[in-house]
């Protein structure tokens, strides 16, 4: 079996739609893919629908989480999309972010750079903003060639001359939100030190204490050595190890199913959620 579990749509900062995301990825020669767009769950029905027989749908949402002035990102799987507290908090996340897309546009202009609200809310579409989307117009301006050259200090990065803060979960409330909706948590991209700054492994173990379920090991942003660090650190802490590929259609440079996880890591992360099951397809629209 092939299993990618980390990917985005339109619903946020990927360039597929959700029915363009499950055919690329039963193109792509995936058995199972998870659907996780940035705090929301709004691509889950159309990725559904469109469904083709013989790809799984595995249904999240990457939260947005802060701790000790570091952001990550949590990986929720499985979990109901309509228990209170969880919605409540992706929903505060959500309304944040279209302030803040404008603070890092004032915060552009200030710098010298014409781009607009109008620009960022148009390659955002109907998804929910955020980062990516204020990097492709800078993009589109000629500021920088690609995406990822836009998360330095000089630009975007945690830190840099237009980044502007958003509200972001307490990753251990963010654990107990996703346990408490029935919901397998994983740490994504742990040690993706070309982001910003990481999370120390002291607190990657309280987060283990604290219920977390894994930690996304084989990633792009990961080179072997800190795979093979997080994959030791991982047993020591008796923690899931997946791996994805973090893909947002044309806007990154990686694939479908560029990293995979084991399918008895899988089989493990639906054994825990009792929130969701995986959706099998059954030749969508």
């Not at 014409?114 to 993009?139: C, D, M, Y």
């Not at 929130?275 to 969508?284: K, N």
Request: with cysteine; hydrophobic share 40%; proline share 5%.
């Amino acid at each position: 079996m092939r299993i990618d579990l980390h990917t985005h749509s339109t619903a946020s900062d990927g360039t597929d739609t959700p029915a363009e995301l499950v055919r690329n990825a039963a193109a792509a020669g995936l058995d199972v893919v998870a659907l996780t767009d940035h705090d929301t769950t709004h691509g889950h029905a159309e990725a559904v629908a469109a469904l083709p027989e013989g790809l799984t749908l595995v249904t999240g949402a990457e939260l947005s989480c802060r701790i000790d002035g570091v952001s990550m990102h949590m990986l929720a799987y499985l979990f109901d999309p309509e228990e209170p507290a969880l919605l409540a908090e992706r929903e505060l996340v959500r309304d944040d972010r279209v302030p803040r897309a404008k603070g890092m546009v004032a915060k552009l202009n200030a710098l010298g750079v014409p781009v607009t609200w109008e620009q960022v809310a148009r390659i955002a579409g109907p998804g929910s903003v955020g980062r990516p989307h204020v990097a492709s117009a800078l993009v589109e301006l000629g500021v920088v060639p690609t995406v990822g050259d836009a998360f330095t200090e000089d630009w975007l990065a945690d830190g840099g001359r237009a980044f502007v803060e958003k509200h972001e979960t307490d990753p251990f409330e963010a654990i107990r939100l996703i346990k408490g909706a029935g919901g397998v948590a994983v740490f994504a991209h742990p040690a993706a030190a070309k982001r910003g700054r990481t999370v120390p492994e002291t607190a990657i173990a309280e987060m283990a204490a604290a219920g977390l379920d894994g930690i996304e090991v084989d990633h792009m942003d990961h080179d072997a050595d800190t795979r093979a660090r997080l994959r030791g650190l991982a047993g020591d802490l008796g923690l899931l190890v997946t791996g994805s590929s973090d893909y947002h259609g044309s806007r990154k440079t990686c694939s479908l199913g560029e990293y995979t996880t084991d399918p008895e890591v899988y089989g493990e992360i639906t054994r825990r959620a009792f929130g969701a099951f995986p959706v099998p397809g059954a030749g969508g629209a």
